[in-house]
């Protein structure tokens, strides 16, 4: 009796281990995405508390029904010392610019972050 596979059991044991590799690479790729996508949104969230923070703290002139809106730069932000530097995770970590909205809508003041960094982090 001869020892060992044939050509046929190789090449299936191969094409297995293909077709695992595929999913898991499809899954990974998947979660590494959505992960940087929800660093990207906690940074947005981190600039809203830090633009709150300046402007109850440094007593600028928020909106009212004669102002529209109010920009707040990151940089501001930064040099304040409210928030650390946001770096671009998929771009040699290049710093990230922004800047917070402050609107003035039906009585109620809003913050709208807008941070703009070099990669895309949007879903497919």
Known sequence: MKKGF???ELLGVIIII???ALITTTISNRIVSDSRVSIYENHEKT???AARNYALTEDIVLPDEET????IDLEILIDYGYIS???DSRNDNMPCTGHVD???????IKYEPFLN???SYQTP
């Open 47 to 49: 600039m809203e508390r």
């Open 68 to 71: 529209d809106v109010v920009t």
């Open 85 to 87: 530097e946001i770096k």
């Open 102 to 108: 402050v609107l003035y809508e039906e009585g109620i």
């Open 6 to 8: 044939t050509l046929v």
């Open 117 to 119: 960094c070099g990669a």
């Open 18 to 20: 293909g077709i695992i």
